[in-house]
């Protein structure tokens, strides 16, 4: 639960899913509205997670799925396009926090257990 002007507010967390972006991406990130959609990618050649869920912006990745999310979306995208979800630019507090600039709404993309 978050609060929200002193009263609790129900959180999903598959409508606040944080991309990791690294310092490469910073620039393209900053540069979308505050609200955007995205498109999830599998990236099969990826040497550092072998179930690496891509973050795409226009065409350009812009981050990745964390690996523990990652790899329950990874069989579904691999052998597609990709599939489109909403996202947007985490609140200034969740930035400084924990360096999460962008949030994620999965709760329309199918996933396996």
Do not use: C, W
């Amino acid at each position: 639960m978050e609060a929200s002007h002193n009263r609790l507010v129900p959180t999903d967390p598959l409508t606040h899913i944080p991309v990791a972006a690294s310092a490469a991406y910073i620039e393209r990130v900053r540069q979308l509205p505050s609200k955007f959609t995205v498109t999830l990618r599998a990236e099969p050649g990826n040497r550092f997670n072998h179930t690496a869920v891509a973050v795409l912006s226009g065409g350009d990745v812009i981050g990745y799925l964390p690996p523990e999310l990652s790899r329950r979306y990874f069989d579904m995208l691999k052998n597609g396009p990709g599939i489109e979800a909403p996202g947007r630019h985490a609140p200034l507090a969740a930035v400084e926090d924990t360096g999460t600039e962008i949030l994620l709404d999965l709760s329309g993309v199918p996933a396996t257990s």
